[in-house]
């Protein structure tokens, strides 16, 4: 919170020594951390690590930053475990698996305060040992579109199943599509250090009926994304109803059958389910 990622990347680099076990503890996949990693290393124009196959050796630059930064990420820990402390007493906090688009996890969490819901936000990599925390915790709750996790101290429950929607610019829609041939513009996602997962997330979804997807990322919210669309410069693909919230002119949606998307809430066994989780239900019901 009150450190850099940056910073926080490197300090577990260097405790772990191994770029799997590091994005493990993050909850983040490889990819965004060896890049953060890169990009420190190209600013200050010095090797952090030798990488020997899996095994992070710290050079002697490492080890120098290592010893100035580690006092001041304890002290940011301590603050933000303090400030967790005093919040997670009446707030809920909802944890959102980085299957979803940050796009809509953005616009979930605006209604979700427009509703009056008192709650703290993250988008993260969910994984078994974060469902375990669960077993401990009567406030977290956690939100993915992976349902392959579960254990004894964790309810699951599916909230909705969609399908796919691809949304092309009206021009476009030769009626080739059915045979695999997507025009030549590229598919618009937010971007964030997740895209590249969600990236070959739809690739491998999508590999049966189109084999020539290109993507592009931007900063643009949803309905800008859907206007770019309409003026014939790129392509959106959305949950089926999230694509039913935009309805503007130039714009065609083609449902991509047999490609079903389904979101998960995982909660403390022992926990309930209050109003604020029943209200952030149904806002996913528009969306999924």
């Given at each position: 919170m009150f450190m850099s990622k940056k910073v926080k990347y490197f300090i577990h680099c260097m405790k772990f020594g191994n770029f799997n076990k590091a994005a493990e503890e993050l909850c983040i996949t490889r990819s965004p951390l060896i890049k953060t990693i890169s990009d420190i290393e190209y600013s200050i124009g010095e090797k952090l690590f030798i990488r020997n196959y899996n095994v992070l050796e710290p050079t002697e630059i490492a080890g120098m930053l290592y010893g100035k930064l580690m006092p001041l990420y304890d002290m940011s820990k301590a603050i933000e475990r303090?400030?967790?402390?005093?919040?997670?007493?009446?707030?809920?906090?909802?944890?959102?698996?980085?299957?979803?688009?940050?796009?809509?996890?953005?616009?979930?969490?605006?209604?979700?305060?427009?509703?009056?819901?008192?709650?703290?936000s993250q988008r993260q990599l969910v994984n078994e040992s974060c469902i375990k925390e669960l077993s401990g915790s009567s406030t977290k709750v956690f939100l993915s579109l992976r349902g392959n996790i579960s254990n004894d101290h964790t309810n699951r429950h599916k909230i909705t199943e969609s399908n796919l929607c691809l949304l092309l610019p009206t021009k476009m829609n030769t009626g080739e599509l059915v045979n695999g041939s997507l025009p030549d513009i590229p598919i618009l996602m937010y971007a964030c250090e997740f895209s590249e997962d969600i990236q070959k997330w739809l690739t491998y979804a999508l590999r049966e009926k189109y084999s020539n997807l290109q993507f592009k990322t931007?900063?643009?919210?949803?309905?800008?994304?859907?206007?770019?669309?309409?003026?014939g410069h790129a392509m959106l693909i959305l949950p089926e109803n999230s694509a039913l919230n935009y309805h503007v002119s130039g714009v065609d949606k083609i449902v991509i059958k047999n490609v079903l998307i389904t979101s998960?809430?995982?909660?403390?066994?022992?926990?309930?389910?209050?109003?604020?989780?029943?209200?952030?239900?149904?806002?996913?019901?528009?969306f999924f």
């Open positions: 303090d400030l967790k402390n005093e919040l997670s007493s009446s707030r809920l906090q909802f944890i959102f698996d980085i299957s979803f688009p940050l796009g809509l996890v953005k616009q979930i969490i605006s209604i979700m305060k427009i509703e009056g819901i008192n709650f703290t931007c900063e643009m919210d949803i309905m800008s994304m859907v206007i770019a669309v309409s003026k998960y809430i995982y909660h403390n066994a022992k926990g309930e389910v209050t109003n604020s989780i029943n209200k952030v239900l149904s806002i996913f019901k528009t």
